[in-house]
């Protein structure tokens, strides 16, 4: 059974890095998939971060490019997320998901808010 | 890119059906057959009900089914239940490597 596990800080400073880690369980992350950050702001919709396929290229959303580094550590079975030079408006819900050929997600992470205030 | 455009909500009595729809352009919805769909209830994480326009994964309901014509892409639930209430959001491949997400629709059944 393949389960997805966020963690990192709840709380970032404006202007700060926001990172968060995505632990794989259950499927070898080098395997077939894609892996993505999906976040929701509270009581907003569902935006796209970015993907990593898993030879580890990135694709990430244009209005975040500048921002967002996604990365894979193959030997902890996880990858990562760096958003640069956080404001209020990166407060979200911050989800990891599994991505598959038509770039659909299938297996989703609980979920871990992030809060940016100083 | 501009999100997808949803209607804020939708509703429907028990057995009835609804259609969600999902306007985009000819640059996403309209040009690829990538266009998914996620049900979300309050507090959980949002789950894949439709990939590329109607495949459903194992486990959905049948009576979920997903569909494009142009630019729009719908989803339809059928014999409507109670615990189908929830947010609904579309997702559709956007080229170059881009994935947009569609505003989310309020689903109450009534």
């Known amino acids: 059974q393949v389960q997805l596990q966020e963690s990192g800080p709840g709380l970032v400073k404006p202007s700060e890095t926001l990172s968060l880690t995505c632990a794989v369980s259950?499927?070898?992350?080098?395997?077939?998939?894609?892996w993505g950050w999906i976040r929701q702001p509270p009581g907003k919709g569902l935006e796209w971060i970015g993907t990593?396929?898993?030879?580890?290229?990135?694709y990430y959303n244009p209005p975040l490019k500048s921002r967002v580094t996604i990365s894979i550590d193959t030997s902890k079975n996880q990858f990562s997320l760096k958003l640069r030079s956080v404001t209020a408006a990166d407060t979200a819900l911050y989800y990891c998901?599994?991505?598959?050929?038509?770039?659909?997600?299938?297996?989703w992470g609980q979920g871990t808010m992030v809060t940016v205030s100083s | 890119q501009s999100a997808l455009t949803q209607p804020p909500s939708a509703s429907g009595s028990p057995g009835q059906s609804v259609t969600i729809s999902c306007t985009g352009t000819s640059s996403d919805v309209g040009y690829y057959n990538y266009v998914s769909w996620y049900q979300q209830h309050p507090g959980k994480a949002p789950k894949l009900m439709i990939s590329e326009v109607s495949k459903r994964p194992s486990g959905v309901p049948d009576r979920f089914s997903g569909s494009k014509s142009g630019n729009t892409a719908s989803l339809t639930v059928s014999g409507l239940q109670p615990e189908d209430e929830a947010d609904y959001y579309c997702?559709?491949?956007?080229?170059?490597?881009?994935?947009?997400f569609g505003g989310g629709t309020k689903l109450t059944v009534l």
């Open positions: 990593i396929h898993h030879s580890g290229t990135t």
């Open positions: 998901a599994r991505q598959f050929g038509g770039w659909a997600f299938d297996i």
């Open positions: 997702t559709s491949y956007a080229a170059s490597n881009n994935l947009l």
């Open positions: 259950g499927y070898s992350i080098t395997s077939v998939y894609n």
